[in-house]
Nanobody, 124 residues
Framework: QVQLVESGGGLVQAGDSLRLSCAAS????????LGWFRQSSGKEREFVAA????????RYSDSVKGRFTISRDNGKNTAYLQMNSLNPEDTAVYYC?????????????????WGQGTQVTVST
């Protein structure tokens, strides 16, 4: 059974940083590309960042480019999302997702496995 468990969310102030983690089990981690998505109240789930299975390729949404960094440690079966210069528009539930593919994907339909999400709230 595949499990993706996000952690690291919380309540922070604008300008602060957070690092989210996604711990995976039940799959061969280094054969899966990974993505982070987020969903805020009343909005559709949106792409945030993605990383290829080896970590050599990354993609970011325009809204987080330059502020967020996605990474992975295949030895620990864990992915990370370092979020800097947070602002209230980043408030959302953040989800980790995995796909059985070498390449990254920027649409949610490209991912087979999803975590339960972790809440990030950024106050002014």
């Amino acid at each position: 059974q595949v499990q993706l468990v996000e952690s690291g969310g919380g309540l922070v102030q604008a300008g602060d940083s957070l690092r989210l983690s996604c711990a995976a089990s039940g799959l061969t981690f280094n054969t899966h590309a990974l993505g982070w998505f987020r969903q805020s109240s009343g909005k559709e789930r949106e792409f945030v960042a993605a990383i290829s299975r080896g970590g050599s390729t990354t993609r970011y949404s325009d809204s987080v480019k330059g502020r967020f960094t996605i990474s992975r440690d295949n030895g620990k079966n864990t992915a990370y999302l370092q979020m800097n210069s947070l602002n209230p528009e980043d408030t959302a539930v953040y989800y980790c997702a995995a796909r059985t593919s070498f390449g990254v994907a920027v649409t949610s339909g490209g991912y087979a496995y999803w975590g339960q999400g972790t809440q990030v709230t950024v106050s002014t």
